[in-house]
Structures are given as C-alpha cells and as structure tokens.
C-alpha cells in the first residue's frame, strides 16, 4: 500500500560530497515518525527537501503516490525550522502572513490565528513583539504559525533544542495532537524525546538509512551496531 | 558670516529657486535611480550566477567615480552629435537629473545589496514553507532589510544633492534654469561673493543635515 508521504533514492550532494545517499523513507497520518542520528546525519537536508525548499541531487518525494516538484510539496508541507525564526512583526502578523499569502479570507484570518495561538498556549499574545518573545514563546509562535496553515504534512527540526522542560512539553503536545490527522516528521537526536513521541523511528547515519522500525522495537531490539552504539551514546560522526 | 546670514534670512527668491530646483533634481534623480538599482541589488544580494563577485565588485568600485569624468562621457551622449542629441536634453534639468541617477545607481546598488544580504538567510526558508513565492519571498527580505535600503537612498539623494561636475557640465549652470546651489556656490565664490557662497553653502548643508535627521526620526523603534 502507497504511504501518503515517500521518498524514493533521496540523494543530495554538495560540491560532490554526498550529504544524503539513496534514502527511501515512508511516512502516515496518526503515526509520528522520528528521524533520529547524530549531528551532521542529514536530517535538515532530508527535512528541507521533503519541505520543497531545496533540491535532490536525485531521487523523487511523492505525496499520495504522486511525485511531487518543489513547488507542489511546498503546497503539502510546512516546516518548523530548529532556530525559531520571526518576521519582525506581532505574533499576529507572524501567525497570519501564511494565511494571508494563501488567500485566506480576511474576515476568517483573526479567528485562526486565535485559535492557532490557542493550541500553543499564547492567548493573548497577538499584539506582542515576536522577536521580544523569550525563545520558548517564540518556537511556539513557530508551531501556530505552521499549524494555521492546516497543511497535510508537518516536518520539525529539532523542535525543542535548546528550550526549557516547560515549552518542550508544550511543544511535544501540540506535536502529538498534530499528528492525529496530519503526517508528522520530527528530526532530533533527543533519544529519550524520541521514546516519548514516536510511532516510528528511522535511524540515519552519514546520510543513509542503517534502520527503522516501531519505536518500542526499535529502542529494545536494535539490530544495527551503529544504532545500539547510538543509543548507547557511543556514536560519533 | 553676518551678510550671509541675512541673505537666508531675507527670503531672496532667486536662492530659494535654486535650492528647490537643487531638491528636485537630487530627488527625482535619486528615486529615477531606485527603479533600477533596487530591482539590480535584490538579484546580486539573493541570487547566484556566474560572474556575481565580478559584477559586484564592478557596482563597488564605481561608487568613486568622478563625477567630472562620468559629467564628460554623458556630455558627449546627450550632446546634439550623441547618440541621444536628439532628445535635445543637454542644458536642461533632465540632463542632470539622468546624470544623477546613473552617478548614484552604484550607491544604491552596493548599499542596498548588503543590506539584503545580511538579513537572516532562515527568513527566506521561513516565508518559502509558509507558502510564499519567489517574488513574495523577495518583499519579506526587502522589508526585513527595508531600512539599510533607506540609507542606502539617503546617502545616493546626499551624493545627488553636494556633486558639481554633472551639474556644471550637463547643466551649464544657467540662471534660472539649470542653476543648483553647488554650481551657484562654485560661481559665486569665482566672482569673489564670498558672502552669497556662504549662505548657499549653509542651505545645501543644512537641507543635507535635515534630510538625514528626518529619515532618522521617522524610524520606527526596532522590534
């Protein structure tokens, strides 16, 4: 059976130095799968280009069994990046320039960002700086302003790197009410986070795939050495 | 110093229509200029291709140029033999005003193309996966970098305004026509009017001074 999200022989190579190699990943809506491996993996690589915001040296990423250009997947995805990026507006205006360039009604953009600030706990907020947010506050802002979007697809880099337990927890909520209808990718190399999200888990190492499987399997049984060695904490780059 | 100050202060009709006529060339030149070099610095700042460096460091280099010598090239381009004799512009305000705004592309070019490329290389990411398309994505980096391109025009409308070798060769400085304070100023203080040239030479400097003084205050505290 197709899965709504695959990539097929996922190349990437910058100046000849292969930074991904053939990996094939599949993913579904109600399963969060994690991308896990050391610094340095290609987990951003491989996040950016199913987010349509770089290019595959070669190989394909299909979305409902269709293949899809940068364009077409930047349509079905969106991604929350590891360092929470603001415009230099409101947490409003950040919250709804998605909505606004994707031609959401002006009389329903108000009441979505309500309800996207909502989900992230941030009430309130609208009027605020983003960029005067504390770095928690502002992921979270990240997380309304890609859930707002409604897209089929939600890609997170490293979510709650560098964040305190408080807005880690906030931020694993929403990622898993997320993926009761959406297909959610989550890259980290937070192993106990990545026991704490996951439905699955797909191991990257040097930019290819040495295992995946259901988490709890995955985390008891590791059949790879470089896996046991990573969860272990004796995987180096 | 005290003649010059009474002859600002008189309200002689002849400077202030040479300090306007100063205003509208520098600004029409300047903003003439912006249609281009804006457009030119967001493709260097944000796009690669072959011989970027080259053609940057080309826009850098250029930003010295004398106005003498480009006032002598554009003389023989709109003179009545040049290729654009026909327009018949030379002697006139357009003559300086198109002289103005190729003196000063280079300015804008640079200035505004480092402004452009400082901004967070993530903000581009950012508004291509919400949604945003290449043209989009161009509005959200030229707002972020919105106000080093201001400066950047501040510091081509200052160029515009202070030159004298375009003005002087395009123009011809003559009276009520194409005279500007800087060709008035250099006029005066050859006929040995010492006080006049002070007192233009103080409006020049003055309009320069609040021009740059607006543009600060109507900033915007930074978020």
């Not at chain 1, 969060?32 to 993996?41: D, L, R, Y």
């Not at chain 2, 009276?175 to 002070?198: D, M």
Request: aromatic share 6%.
């Amino acid at each position: 059976m197709t899965s709504l999200l695959e990539t097929v022989d996922l190349t990437k190579q910058y100046t000849g130095v292969p930074v991904l190699d053939r990996v094939s990943v599949a993913a579904d809506p109600r399963k969060i799968t994690s991308i896990v491996g050391v610094n340095g993996a290609g987990k951003t690589t491989l996040l950016k280009i199913i987010a349509g915001l770089i290019a595959p040296t070669s190989g394909r990423v299909s979305v409902h069994g269709r293949e899809c250009d940068q364009d077409q997947l930047r349509s079905h995805c969106t991604m929350v990046f590891q360092r929470s990026v603001m415009f230099g507006s409101s947490v409003h205006d950040n919250v709804a320039y998605g909505l606004r360039i994707n031609k959401t009604p002006n009389s329903e953009i108000a009441e979505e960002v309500q309800e996207a600030l909502a989900v992230v706990n941030l009430e309130g907020f609208e009027k605020r700086k983003a960029r005067r947010l504390s770095s928690g506050e502002q992921q979270r802002v990240a997380m309304a302003r890609a859930l707002a979007l409604d897209r089929e697809i939600l890609l997170f880099d490293e979510p709650t790197a560098n964040l305190d337990p408080a807005n880690s927890m906030i931020i694993e909520h929403v990622i898993k009410e997320s993926a009761h209808t959406k297909v959610v990718l989550v890259s980290t190399h937070n192993l106990s986070q990545a026991r704490r999200l996951s439905d699955r888990v797909i191991h990257l190492y040097k930019g290819r795939v040495v295992e995946e499987g259901e988490a709890g399997s995955f985390f008891a049984n590791p059949k790879d050495e470089r896996t046991k060695l990573f969860i272990n904490g004796g995987l180096q780059f | 110093m005290i003649r010059a100050i009474g002859l600002i202060l008189s309200g002689d009709p002849e400077v202030y229509r040479i300090a306007s006529l100063s205003l509208y060339t520098a600004g029409t030149g300047t903003l003439l200029s912006c249609t281009w070099s804006i457009p030119i610095s967001t493709v260097l700042a944000l796009r690669n291709f072959h011989g970027k460096r080259v053609l940057k460091g080309l826009f850098n280099a250029a930003i010295g140029i004398p106005t003498v010598a480009l006032g002598l090239y554009l003389y023989l381009v709109l003179s009545r033999s040049g290729p654009l004799g026909s327009f018949q512009f030379l002697y006139t305000p357009n003559a300086i005003i198109i002289g103005q705004s190729i003196l000063v592309s280079p300015i804008v070019v640079s200035f505004s193309a480092s402004a452009l490329e400082s901004v967070d290389p993530e903000l581009r990411d950012l508004a291509r996966t919400l949604g945003a398309s290449d043209l989009q994505t161009y509005g959200v980096i030229i707002k972020e970098a919105s106000w080093g391109v201001i400066l950047a025009v501040m510091a081509a409308f200052n160029r515009a305004f202070g030159e004298l070798g375009i003005a002087m060769m395009l123009g011809g400085n003559i009276r009520y026509v194409t005279r500007l304070l800087t060709t008035a100023i250099a006029l005066e203080t050859a006929r040995g009017e010492i006080a006049l040239s002070i007192a233009l030479s103080f409006i020049l400097l003055a309009i320069t001074v609040s021009v740059s003084v607006a543009v600060n205050l109507a900033r915007k505290p930074t978020s």
